[in-house]
């Protein structure tokens, strides 16, 4: 592949008033082979519908998504997605879960059967193979639901906020968990959330979105993500830069939600 | 009256034994684990667990009652509601001409089993003066006009009316109380013996738990009605089975299609939502002119019926698919068809499980009300002709043997649910 290019994009939804909402203006992005993107923003920024747009569930008003070289038309398995919750086969065991995509493709047992015992293995479930998905917790879920994704080797995956329903204690495991994968594999990974933390840990490249109408509002590079491979979070978390970045954004959506919430109750 | 008693009796038990088992025992019996922990549980229905001890003591309570208000050979005597009055007795009456003559006579009634044969009762005692002593023979619970004057020497013609029974005077459409009975009088002077009825159900209303049983045995050996008792409950069985097994074939892949086109939703909403609160009874007339009483409007019956039922739950089970689990799977590379056979019908399965639960119960009470109406052979068939021979022990039997039946395949449909799936109510 030669990189994902999100060109121009922008997404009007028509109300059924009459008017319409501009959920996303010309955005325009280029991330090439092993980047790792989170993105941030208020609620309402429009990070959901990119990502929908460029898994391919939803048509862009405008613009075009090109991956390797091609236009994306719909949803696809070289575009991976890891979705919050609920998004598991309860009648599959987990390694049937798994092997969902390489089965789906026409792959012979025999040929994914020990990819799939591999990944589960990194995900830390090794003794949770044959194991029905509503016996695992939560975090567990999101374990299968990584490895399934990485077992239909796909070449970005997409997340919408895939630690957001965990607790804090997992979650933290868990980013440890992404940041790992993404180093191993070397895949493309765009990752939604709505934690400033998580978006500097687990962000390579950093956006921050901003609303009414949805736009990149800014792009950081970060040091942390190559820093937390295989390293202490709370260590990554004491970097000189790491809370004057935090405070930055963090005041940057301040600002922007301070601002909805002035045209709201200027227009009321 | 007797219903009133019945229905004391009952709240009695009820009351008596959840003081009992619910108080006295009430700490051994308590919820053990973690709901015996919780202090809040009136409200807490997840705290309420049905006590198994007032289950079994539910049920024994009504074979108790049916056993002791029908005088049943399997509780003690001592426990029965009063039987009917069965044996000897007699009342004296007193004739009198309206001048100033009168003459006491004797009647003898024996009353007897209906159905038993006895002889007439023997008349003791002197017999002089113009009235002259009577025997009767009675069944329990029935009644027994007496013309006493017709061997009198004195009678109507003579303008002798009977004035008093024992002693206490009588007029026509009055009754008097005597020993073990009532005596009325017609509007024309005619006495009739009412022996002391009791508070036991006859048979013919309510026959013993025994009674039943040995009816059981009996057609389940000799068969009612030209077919045994097997073929009655199979012909049943099967009608339902396979109206079942059709409506389910044709109705879920409609619903189905309804669930993933929007022509098809268009096409049959109207069909489907019209035909849903039609009741599959009021269907019975027009597919008797149609098809006739024969196995295929039966069938077709029972068709519709699971019809629309199977068709809303496959309906409902698509539009239940959460829609992350489609982008996922169309995310892992799956087609249409794979989506379909591996994401779609897999989690419509509970909601088709429900349904399939539903339209077994509707179909088993369609056709038991189908056989009412008209039939050759079926469980409602054998308990409607025997309403009409008054046979009350093979109608209860063919209600609880319905029952029965129509309970094990709900439990069959949930123990199905249990193997085929499992992650139902779990996502």
Same mark, same amino acid.
């Given at each position: 592949?030669?990189?994902?290019? $999100?060109?121009d994009? !922008? ?18 992005l ?14 309402g ?19 075009e $998504? ?14 991976g997605m890891?979705?919050q919750?609920?998004?598991l ?25 020990e ?14 193979k ?14 299968v ?10 070449d ?35 990752? $939604?959330?709505?934690?400033v933390e ?13 609303p ?11 040091p ?22 935090r405070?930055?954004?963090l !005041? ?5 939600e301070?601002? $909805?919430?002035?045209?709201?109750e200027?227009?009321? | 009256m ?6 004391l009796?009952y ?5 008596i ?18 709901n ?13 667990? =049905?006590?198994r ?8 309570t ?27 007795t007699?009342?004296t ?29 023997v008349?003791?005692?002197a017999d002089?003066?113009?009235a ?7 069944g329990?619970?029935?009644s ?8 009198d020497?004195?009678?109507r ?7 008093a ?7 026509p459409?009055?009754r ?12 024309k002077g005619t006495?009739n013996?009412? =022996? ?9 209303w ?22 045994t008792?097997?073929e ?20 879920? =892949? ?24 039609v ?29 629309w ?8 089970g ?25 994401v ?12 399939a639960r539903?339209a077994?119960?509707?179909?088993w ?6 056989e009412l ?37 709900d ?10 799936? =499992?992650w139902?109510?779990?996502?």
């Amino acid at each position: 592949m030669s990189g994902l290019h $999100i060109k121009d994009i !922008s997404m009007r939804f028509d109300l059924p008033n009459g008017g319409s909402v501009q959920a996303l203006q010309n955005v325009t992005l280029d991330l090439k082979e092993g980047d790792l993107m989170s993105v941030l923003g208020p609620s309402g920024c429009g990070k959901t519908t990119l990502l929908n747009i460029v898994a391919g569930f939803l048509a862009p008003t405008e613009g075009e $998504i090109e991956l390797g070289g091609k236009t994306v038309k719909g949803p696809g398995a070289e575009r991976g997605m890891v979705f919050q919750q609920g998004a598991l086969f309860e009648w599959m065991s987990v390694r049937e879960n798994v092997a969902f995509g390489p089965k789906m493709k026409g792959e012979k047992e025999f040929d994914y059967a020990e990819n799939v015992d591999h990944l589960l293995d990194v995900v830390g479930l090794q003794d949770f193979k044959e194991k029905a998905i509503y016996e695992l917790s939560g975090g567990m879920q999101q374990r299968v639901a990584l490895a399934r994704c990485l077992a239909n080797d796909p070449d970005v995956i997409l997340m919408d906020e895939p630690l957001g329903a965990l607790d804090a204690l997992t979650r933290e495991k868990m980013q440890g968990l992404v940041l790992k994968l993404w180093k191993e594999t070397g895949k493309t990974i765009i990752l $939604i959330t709505h934690s400033v933390e998580e978006a500097l840990l687990l962000g390579e490249r950093l956006l921050v979105m901003a609303p009414r109408p949805g736009r990149i509002h800014k792009e950081y590079r970060l040091p942390f993500a190559e820093l937390g491979v295989g390293a202490d979070l709370r260590e990554v978390k004491k970097h000189p830069d790491y809370n004057s970045t935090r405070e930055e954004i963090l !005041s940057m959506i301040w600002n922007m939600e301070e601002e $909805i919430m002035g045209r709201t109750e200027a227009s009321v | 009256m007797t219903g009133l008693l019945i229905v004391l009796v009952y709240v009695a038990i009820f009351i008596i034994s959840a003081l009992i088992l619910g108080v006295l025992a009430g700490k051994a019996l308590r919820a053990t684990g973690f709901n015996s922990l919780k202090t809040v549980t009136f409200g807490d229905e997840s705290a309420v667990t =049905p006590n198994r001890a007032a289950s079994v003591v539910s049920v024994v309570t009504l074979f108790f009652l049916w056993g002791a208000f029908t005088g049943s050979s399997l509780i003690p005597s001592f426990l029965h509601a009063p039987g009917p009055f069965i044996g000897d007795t007699s009342f004296t009456y007193t004739a009198s001409d309206g001048a100033g003559n009168s003459d006491d006579a004797t009647v003898f009634a024996r009353v007897h089993i209906v159905g038993e044969t006895v002889d007439d009762p023997v008349a003791e005692g002197a017999d002089d003066g113009f009235a002259k002593n009577d025997v009767i023979k009675v069944g329990a619970w029935r009644s027994q006009l007496i013309r006493v004057d017709r061997n009198d020497e004195l009678g109507r013609d003579e303008n002798v009316a009977i004035t008093a029974i024992n002693g206490q005077p009588i007029a026509p459409g009055a009754r008097v109380r005597v020993d073990d009975g009532e005596v009325g009088m017609t509007p024309k002077g005619t006495l009739n013996f009412i =022996p002391a009825k009791g508070l036991q159900m006859e048979p013919i209303w309510l026959p013993s738990p025994e009674a039943v049983f040995a009816r059981f045995l009996d057609v389940a050996t000799q068969g009612y009605q030209n077919a045994t008792l097997w073929e009655h409950l199979g012909y049943s069985l099967f009608r339902v089975v396979v109206g079942f097994l059709f409506g389910a074939l044709i109705g879920i =892949p409609l619903g189905y299609a309804m669930g993933l086109s929007g022509w098809f939703r268009g096409w049959f909403d109207p069909i489907v939502e019209f035909m849903r609160p039609v009741p599959p009874l009021a269907l019975i007339p027009l597919v008797i002119i149609w098809a006739g009483i024969g196995e295929t409007g039966k069938i077709i019956l029972l068709f519709l019926a699971a019809l629309w039922i199977m068709t809303i739950a496959a309906r409902a089970g698509v539009s239940g698919v959460n829609i992350t689990k489609v982008h996922a799977a169309y995310s892992l590379g799956a087609s249409k068809a794979q989506i379909l056979r591996h994401v779609i019908i897999p989690n419509s399965l509970p909601e088709i499980f429900t349904g399939a639960r539903v339209a077994m119960g509707v179909c088993w009470g369609t056709v038991v009300a189908a056989e009412l109406v008209a039939a050759e052979v079926g469980a409602g068939m054998m308990i409607m002709v025997a309403s009409r021979f008054q046979l009350t022990d093979i109608v209860i039997m063919g209600i609880i043997l319905i029952g029965v039946i129509g309970f094990s395949i709900d439990i069959l449909f949930r123990v199905a649910e249990k193997f085929l799936v =499992p992650w139902k109510g779990r996502s």
